[in-house]
C-alpha cells in the first residue's frame, strides 16, 4: 500500500510543527476538497522547474531520474472520464515522439499519478503543464494536488521537488533512511541553494512529505 502522505510524520532534524504538522496537512485537504477557495497561481510558475534545472546540474551536481508525476483526485462522472481519457491519448502521442512513457495508476487514497518517464527534463515538464491544462480547461483545476519531479544527487540519493498547485510553490522533499524519515535540513538547504530559481513555498507547515512516492 502506497502512503503519499502522513499525518504521524516523523522528522530527523527539524521541528515537526515547522515541516508538515497536522493543521497544516488538514488546511491542505481543505483547499483540496473545496472547503476553502485560493486564488490560482500564475499558470508559468510550473516551468520555473525547467531554468532551475541548469543551475542543480551545473552548481549541484543534481540530475533528474527522467521521472515527473501528475497528481490528481478523479471523479466518477463520464466528463471526467472523458477529459482525462483525452488528456492521457494526447500525452502519450506526444511522448511517443520524443522518447517519453506515459503510465497512471490509483494509490491507496484513490489520488490517480499520471506518470512521465524520459530523458529530457524539459519534455516531462511541457507533459505534466499538459495534464493540468487540459483539467483547468475543463473545469476541474481544483481536481490537481501537486506534480512531482524526481532527482538525485552526485551519491544517488533521492530527492524531489514537489509543485503544490493550490499554492503555487515549489518545495523540497528529501527522504532520510528509515521509515518514514526525512531530511529537513537538506531540504532547507535545497530551498536556500533555488531560492532565486524557484518560487518556494515561504511557509514550512507547507511543506507537506509524499510517503511511497511511484517514481
Excluded at 57 to 64: D, K
Excluded at 82 to 102: F, L, S
Excluded at 178 to 187: L, S, T, V
Excluded at 190 to 211: K, S
Amino acid at each position: 500500500m502506497r502512503h503519499w502522505w502522513s499525518p504521524t510524520e516523523t522528522t530527523s532534524t527539524a521541528r515537526p510543527a515547522e515541516l508538515g504538522d497536522n493543521p497544516g496537512l488538514m488546511g491542505f485537504l481543505d483547499v483540496l476538497t473545496g472547503k476553502r477557495k485560493l486564488a490560482g497561481p500564475a499558470p508559468d510558475r510550473l516551468f520555473a522547474i525547467s531554468t532551475a534545472y541548469v543551475t542543480m546540474e551545473t552548481s549541484l551536481e543534481t540530475i533528474s531520474r527522467g521521472t515527473a508525476a501528475i497528481v490528481f483526485q478523479p471523479l466518477e462522472t463520464a466528463d471526467f472520464g472523458a477529459i482525462v481519457t483525452d488528456m492521457e491519448a494526447v500525452v502519450r502521442a506526444t511522448a511517443g515522439d520524443n522518447g517519453t512513457k506515459v503510465e497512471s495508476s490509483d494509490d491507496a487514497y484513490d489520488f490517480r499519478w499520471l506518470v512521465l518517464r524520459g530523458p529530457d527534463f524539459d519534455d516531462l515538464v511541457v507533459g505534466i503543464n499538459a495534464v493540468s491544462s487540459a483539467l483547468e480547461a475543463g473545469g476541474y483545476g481544483e481536481r490537481v494536488l501537486c506534480a512531482v519531479f524526481a532527482f538525485e544527487d552526485a551519491r544517488k540519493r533521492p530527492l524531489y521537488w514537489i509543485y503544490n498547485y493550490k499554492r503555487g510553490f515549489f518545495y523540497p522533499f528529501v527522504p532520510a533512511s528509515g521509515d518514514q524519515q526525512r531530511d529537513n535540513q537538506r531540504e532547507l538547504t535545497l530551498q536556500a541553494q533555488l531560492r532565486n530559481e524557484l518560487p518556494t513555498e515561504p511557509e514550512l507547515a507547507r511543506w507537506f512529505p509524499l510517503w511511497g512516492i511511484p517514481i
